[in-house]
Structure formats: structure tokens, C-alpha cells
């Protein structure tokens, strides 16, 4: 019995000692999250809530009206909200695709394989990575252009062109994070296998795969953001063909000459961080699940 008094004092004043680091957190955790919250709450809010003076942190008339504006009006005629989804849809998730399988591959040689000026490779990457998209929108499009022109290809004023600009813009850190993770695999596993007559294939994809799976969903994770909320490389490349319109460009007209819709912008912005939010949820569990068959094959 007295043995264990000490122990459970000294428990007790340790977690003392955690409390402000707790109370820090919890403070940070608040001051994140309650902009979301606060979106959510006014896009529920009927207008006279919106613009009264004594706002709520709930809303006391809860209504569907923006919501059912966003979804069943059309802002641009003949073009509503589910083509604006499907073509989000579509390029943000061939921008993942695409990056996921050359990021892969481009991580594999520059982790594996000794070439000249690997060094420099891999600090142009970081270069890259520092420079704003905005900095290199005009020269992406007077190449797109030319090369629209050269080939025969229109790149511009549909949905190509922004599925090779998003895949271009994630491919430097996704390849850099995948190349932590393919150098983090023992290359004795790689090595064993080939030994036991496993190809070139069989090793990348029964032993460098299973382990090398969790940064590649991180490396989604941040391929899918990018091209989800992008919007300015999008109304530049797109121009008039509002049919290609992506998700982000129809906020914009909710902001108008005489006036700003805030509860339809509310509705449109919870509407577009619902697949974000439903896309991470599924790759996370994905994730820890590919941390626990690496560590077990490993």
C-alpha cells in the first residue's frame, strides 16, 4: 500500500504538469476548427440570421433554401451543379492517378538507382516546390498554347490542360515524399527476393509496393487538395467554356456587383469540402492499414 501512493502521486502531478499543454491544444483545436463550424452553422441560417447584428452560434430557423439554390439552380445557363461536380471529379481524380504512378516510379530512381546529377535533381525538385503556381501561370499558358497550336492538341478550354497542370504542380513533393519511403525499405528484402528468382515487376510489386503504400496515399492526399480547391490556373485555362467549369469557379458568382450571397456561397463551400473531408476518411484507414502489412512483411 505504501508503494503505491508515491506512484500514484507522482501520476497525479505529472498530469498536472501535461494540463496547459492539454488546455494549449484543446485552444488550437477551437481556434481551427470553429471557422468550419461557423460555415456550416450560416449556410443552414435563413438570410435574416445571416445579416442581423445579434448572430447565434446556431441557427434558430434552420432551412435548406441555399443549399437547394446551389443544387438545383443555374448559375451559368444550361450548366448546373452536377456537371460542375462531375468535372471536378474528373480531373481531380485523373490528377491523382497520374501522380501516384509517375511520382512512384520517379521516387524508385531516385532512390535506387545512382545516375549524375542525382543531387541537383532532387534540389530542383525543392526549388520548384518553393515557386508559386501564380508565378508560372503565364508561361504554362503561352506553352499550352503554342503546343495547342503545334499539335493539333487543344489544351486550353477543356479539362486536359488542367488534368496536366495538376499532375505537373503535386508531382515535386509527392516525389519527394515517396523517394523517404522507398529509401526507408531494406533493399536486403529486394535482394532476397530476386535470389529466390522473383523479377524485376514481381519485387516492385510484392515486396516495394505493400511497404512504399502508405506514403502514397499520403502523397494523394495532397495531389487530390490541390486539384480539388485550385482556382485560378482553372479560370485561366478554361476561359468562356463555363461546360468545363470546375466546382471552386462557381463561388464566384454568388459574389455580385450589388451585393454578396453569403448563404449560397456557405452551402457551395460545405458542398465542396464534403468529398475532401469523405476522400480522407477512406485513404486514412487505408493508410493505417498499409502501416501494419509493411511492418509485418518487413
Do not use: C
Not at 144 to 170: K, P, W
Not at 232 to 247: K, N, Q
Not at 274 to 298: C, D, E, H, I, N
Amino acid at each position: 500500500m505504501t508503494a503505491t501512493r508515491p506512484v500514484r502521486r507522482r501520476s497525479t502531478a505529472r498530469r498536472l504538469r501535461s494540463l496547459p499543454l492539454y488546455l494549449a491544444g484543446l485552444a488550437v483545436f477551437l481556434f481551427s476548427v470553429f471557422p468550419v463550424y461557423w460555415m456550416v452553422a450560416t449556410a443552414f441560417k435563413p438570410v435574416g440570421e445571416i445579416f442581423t447584428r445579434d448572430q447565434t452560434l446556431l441557427p434558430q430557423a434552420p432551412t435548406l433554401e441555399h443549399f437547394d439554390r446551389v443544387v438545383n439552380g443555374e448559375l451559368i445557363p444550361g450548366v448546373n451543379f452536377w456537371q460542375f461536380l462531375a468535372n471536378s471529379l474528373v480531373v481531380t481524380v485523373g490528377a491523382v492517378a497520374m501522380g501516384a504512378v509517375l511520382s512512384l516510379l520517379a521516387a524508385v530512381a531516385v532512390a535506387r538507382f545512382r545516375f549524375r546529377l542525382r543531387t541537383a535533381f532532387v534540389i530542383l525538385l525543392m526549388v520548384i516546390q518553393m515557386v508559386p503556381m501564380e508565378a508560372m501561370i503565364i508561361s504554362i499558358f503561352i506553352n499550352f498554347r503554342h503546343l495547342s497550336e503545334a499539335t493539333g492538341t487543344q489544351l486550353l478550354g477543356n479539362l486536359s490542360g488542367l488534368l496536366v497542370v495538376y499532375t505537373a504542380v503535386s508531382l515535386p513533393i509527392t516525389v519527394l515524399m515517396l523517394r523517404g519511403f522507398v529509401e526507408a525499405v531494406p533493399k536486403e528484402l529486394e535482394e532476397a527476393a530476386a535470389i529466390d528468382g522473383a523479377g524485376s515487376w514481381t519485387v516492385f510489386w510484392r515486396i516495394l509496393m505493400p511497404l512504399v503504400a502508405p506514403g502514397l496515399v499520403a502523397a494523394s492526399i495532397f495531389a487530390f487538395i490541390t486539384a480539388w480547391n485550385e482556382f485560378i490556373v482553372a479560370l485561366t485555362f478554361l476561359g468562356r467554356s463555363t461546360d468545363s467549369y470546375t466546382l471552386p469557379l462557381t463561388l464566384s458568382y454568388y459574389f455580385g456587383r450589388f451585393g454578396t450571397e453569403w448563404g449560397p456561397i456557405m452551402a457551395a463551400s460545405t458542398l465542396l469540402t464534403l468529398p475532401v473531408m469523405a476522400f480522407f476518411l477512406f485513404v486514412q484507414r487505408r493508410m493505417v492499414s498499409g502501416l501494419t502489412m509493411g511492418a509485418v512483411k518487413g
